[in-house]
């Protein structure tokens, strides 16, 4: 769509990275009010908030460009716009990186209680996925598949073909605002969920299941070949670490259940 936001002859401000910022600047926001509704330390869950910010990044781009490689679909032409704001990362990347680098803040940060301040968390990944997808979507980024459909759109800027390899001149699913809108729908749904009684670890194990169950269907819209896939073309990438995530979030689902039992 309009993968430049600003163009001069000194400076281009790519509208992808703008609205990255946005994302992580709303979820940012986000935990920190949620931080004084659940009775924590605001600061604390900023700095763990900082930490899944950096982690995140790092784990996005390292992910797209590892299943890049073994793809085959990289360049070394191609790193550098790896390397930028200009286009997406893998989120899964971006979501074990952010686990990661949570996982080491917790870990040096033993007084701040885990699975509450995960469930602070979790409306905040989906706001900022929400706002992040629209990113993708100025930026051609994620692209779709090819489509008769009235909503199709159609890129023509030549900068979306080099930074995210989008087809031009053909009408695709805009699948990138099929999952902005999902999540969305996700961050009210977890709002919801976290005003009513419920025990610690509910709404960030809710989250995990829900998108999870989202990506899985919405990667059948996608028309981009470097997400990767597995088992012979079977799954994507995506597909197969959402069908991970769904057996880690019955997993925790059951050790929950058993805590509060016990």
């Known amino acids: 769509m309009h993968p430049r936001l600003v163009t001069t002859s000194f400076l281009t401000l790519y509208t992808f990275g703008v609205l990255l910022a946005a994302a992580y600047m709303s979820a940012f926001g986000w935990m920190v009010r949620g931080a004084r509704r659940a009775g924590l330390d605001p600061d604390a869950l900023a700095s763990l908030g900082a930490w899944a910010i950096v982690g995140a990044l790092v784990g996005a781009k390292a992910l797209l460009i590892v299943r890049s490689i073994f793809g085959g679909s990289m360049s070394a032409s191609d790193l550098w716009s790896m390397s930028t704001l200009t286009s997406a990362g893998d989120f899964y990347g971006g979501f074990i990186g952010g686990l990661t680098a949570s996982a080491l803040f917790f870990w040096r940060h033993p007084a701040v209680p885990v699975w509450r301040a995960a469930d602070v968390c979790a409306p905040a990944i989906a706001l900022g996925q929400a706002i992040g ?76 299941l829900l998108y999870a169950v989202a990506r899985f269907g919405l990667e059948f819209f996608r028309g981009d070949a470097d997400r990767g896939f597995v088992f012979g073309g079977w799954l994507s990438t995506s597909q197969f670490i959402a069908i991970v995530m769904v057996v880690a979030a019955i997993g925790a689902i059951g050790y929950l259940r058993r805590r509060r039992s016990a």
Do not use: K
Request: negative net charge; contains cysteine; proline residues 8%.
């Open 133 to 208: 997808r629209v990113g993708c979507f100025m930026a051609g980024d994620d692209y779709g598949r090819p489509t008769n459909l009235p909503w199709a759109v159609t890129f023509t800027d030549p900068e979306a073909a080099r930074l995210g390899g989008t087809p031009l001149g053909v009408p695709l699913h805009p699948v990138q605002l099929y999952e902005s809108a999902a999540c969305l729908l996700l961050f009210f749904i977890l709002v919801a969920l976290g005003r009513r009684t419920h025990r610690d670890g509910e709404i960030i194990v809710a989250y995990t």
